[in-house]
């Protein structure tokens, strides 16, 4: 098992779909991260948990809904999305958040196209 | 603010040429420096890092020096390899502070035979 895996790897969905994304990391990491990469623009941090529970939000709109129901799984449910919304979503985790030189450890995306 | 600025690319450079991506950054204290590569249909992954000035970071053959004076943490490669064909992502981060991740817009390199 690689350290931080997402499923699934691509995803197409319409406006009105609800879908969900998953991430697992076997690293016994306490922190897991959601990334939106949009072409030419920096990764955008979306959310952060630390021992499960959300320690910053970046203002990101009620559409995207994170869930961390223990230290190894992070989901993002995706509700009445936007054309917008389209990019590639990176999970990534660390141990211990705020701590020093804990470098972020990533997964390989879900591609989300949102037609 | 903080941030982090990356030379504009694409790169394109033949086998066993001579690289260097260049990042500047702009930062209020003492953050530590990163750089990630991300390989076609992955995730980024951590290639180098260094914490406190003039520390140089090093992996498969690319060197990175913090530079208080120029802010700046350039990645460099004396020969790249078609293998190195990626996009570079330089990053800074405040340990201590929270999740303070800065990414650039990432570089894209490719390395032709």
């Known amino acids: 098992e690689t350290g931080v895996t997402q499923t699934p790897r691509h995803l197409v969905m319409g406006m009105t779909n609800k879908k969900s994304l998953k991430c697992e990391q076997h690293?016994?990491?306490?922190?897991m991260y959601w990334y939106k990469q949009s072409a030419k623009k920096p990764l955008e941090l979306m959310f952060v948990?630390?021992?499960?529970?959300?320690?910053e939000n970046n203002s990101v709109p009620s559409r995207f809904s994170p869930e961390c129901p223990n230290s190894s799984h992070l989901f993002l449910h995706l509700h009445t999305l936007q054309p917008e919304d389209s990019a590639l979503y990176l999970c990534?985790?660390?141990?211990?958040?705020?701590?020093?030189?804990?470098?972020?450890?990533f997964g390989n995306g879900t591609r989300l196209t949102v037609t | 603010g903080d941030s982090v600025t990356q030379m504009e690319g694409p790169v394109t450079l033949s086998e066993e040429a001579f690289l260097t991506i260049n990042c500047t950054y702009t930062?209020?204290?003492?953050?530590?420096l990163f750089w990630y590569v991300q390989y076609p249909g992955e995730g980024l992954q951590l290639l180098l890092k260094?914490?406190?000035?003039?520390d140089k970071g090093s992996n498969k053959g690319f060197e990175a020096t913090y530079r208080k004076e120029t802010t700046s943490f350039h990645l460099e490669k004396g020969s790249v390899q078609v293998s190195d064909s990626a996009v570079y992502f330089c990053?800074?981060?405040?340990?201590?502070?929270?999740?303070?991740?800065?990414f650039g817009t990432g570089t894209s390199l490719t390395v032709i035979p």
């Open positions: 260094a914490t406190k000035a003039d």
């Open positions: 690293l016994g990491h306490n922190a």
């Open positions: 930062a209020t204290g003492y953050p530590s």
């Open positions: 990053a800074l981060y405040y340990p201590n502070t929270g999740n303070q991740f800065y």
């Open positions: 948990y630390s021992l499960e529970e959300r320690v």
């Open positions: 990534a985790s660390s141990q211990g958040w705020g701590e020093n030189n804990s470098p972020l450890h």
